[in-house]
């Protein structure tokens, strides 16, 4: 096995808000967004003994303890993988096998609608001011928004607009709380507000004692992601969704515990390259598809945080519904024929 690889660095984008119109990459010379930023990324080109060639984005989030990329790709080996380079090489050779039979991912699939994602700076460098008829008469029908204590409290009414427009709301906290202050925020929030939350991601550290007087207190349905390290199966877990993340995870043991335990399961991005967005968007079609009952609506639009390149700018986007790109396997054919490799490894 080869593997070749490309770096790059994403830059966050601003977004204007007030006029959700502007949902595809910005059209315009692209060659004025490149950054001499350190990279924060890599895309990855892997060639099989079989003759197969496959793609796929390796994106490590150093706030959540991963090392830098560059150190990611120097610890290689063939020997012992990173779960990121592990589950790369394994989506690289999804690409691969499809890309091998000149067929596209998305064209024998139906295409899903996935939440609109608000984070924290997007929200502070609008003024919170969202246009919720807008995303509405788009499609959207579900909000992700990003939140902590302080701003829980501060963005209320925000909150109640969007219910007021009719979108579901799937709050994180990135386990920023305490319990007390869980319990403080949800005694505030309205009853509307309460009543249209489809569940609340990472609220606190995982620590079941906790979880379970959220639980018993509010009757809000609880999601785990960054803290999914942290539970012992063994027991009864205290949340009801997973978040799985391809790019970090391994998809048959999430589907796996989820069956066991009667959890729900959300496909979303990492927030990485949208190569990488997309692969984590055709697992959520796959999935799907094969459970239907058993998975929510997917959290991979999210190439549009960033700011565009050729990749970006092919992706096609009707609303929360990503189309695809065109090309074989997993697509953008014709941004990767731009691309320079470094070998890896051998």
């Known amino acids: 096995m080869k593997i070749f690889y490309s770096t790059y660095t994403l830059k966050r984008s601003s977004i204007p808000l007030k006029n959700i119109d502007s949902l595809k990459a910005p059209s315009g010379d692209l060659s004025e967004i490149q950054e001499l930023d350190p990279p924060n990324g890599a895309l990855l080109k892997i060639e099989w003994p079989d003759k197969k060639i496959g793609f796929s984005d390796i994106h490590p989030l150093t706030d959540f303890g991963d090392v830098e990329i560059l150190q990611e790709l120097a610890a290689y080996s063939n020997t012992q993988n990173s779960p990121l380079m592990d589950q790369s090489i394994w989506m690289a050779r999804r690409d691969a ?30 003024g919170a001011r969202i246009d919720f008829s807008s995303l509405a008469q788009k499609g959207f029908t579900t909000l992700k928004i990003k939140l902590n204590f302080n701003t829980a409290l501060q963005y209320q009414s925000l909150l109640h607009e969007a219910v007021q427009h009719g979108l579901a709301l799937r709050i994180d906290f990135n386990s920023q709380l305490n319990i007390q202050e869980y319990i403080q925020v949800l005694e505030v929030w309205s009853p509307p507000i309460i009543k249209a939350i489809e569940y609340i991601e990472d609220p606190m550290p995982y620590i079941p004692s906790d979880w379970k007087i959220a639980n018993e207190k509010f009757a809000v349905p609880l999601a785990i992601d960054h803290e999914y390290s942290k539970v012992d199966w063994s027991e009864v877990p205290e949340f009801s969704v997973i978040i799985l993340k391809p790019a970090r995870q391994k998809v048959d043991e999430i589907m796996k515990q989820a069956f066991i335990h009667q959890l729900k399961v959300a496909v979303t991005s990492s927030l990485d390259h949208c190569l990488g967005s997309l692969h984590a968007y055709h697992i959520a079609l796959e999935l799907s598809e094969r459970f239907p009952d058993r998975m929510l609506s997917p959290g991979c639009l999210t190439h549009q945080l960033f700011k565009p390149d050729h990749f970006s700018s092919l992706i096609s986007v009707d609303g929360p519904l990503i189309l695809g790109t065109k090309g074989t396997g997993i697509g953008f054919d014709a941004a990767i024929e731009e691309l320079v490799w470094t070998k890896l490894t051998e």
């Open 97 to 126: 096998i499809v890309r091998h039979r000149k067929i596209n991912l998305f064209l024998e699939h139906k295409p899903l609608p996935n939440n609109y994602l608000l984070t924290a700076d997007m929200l502070e460098s609008n």
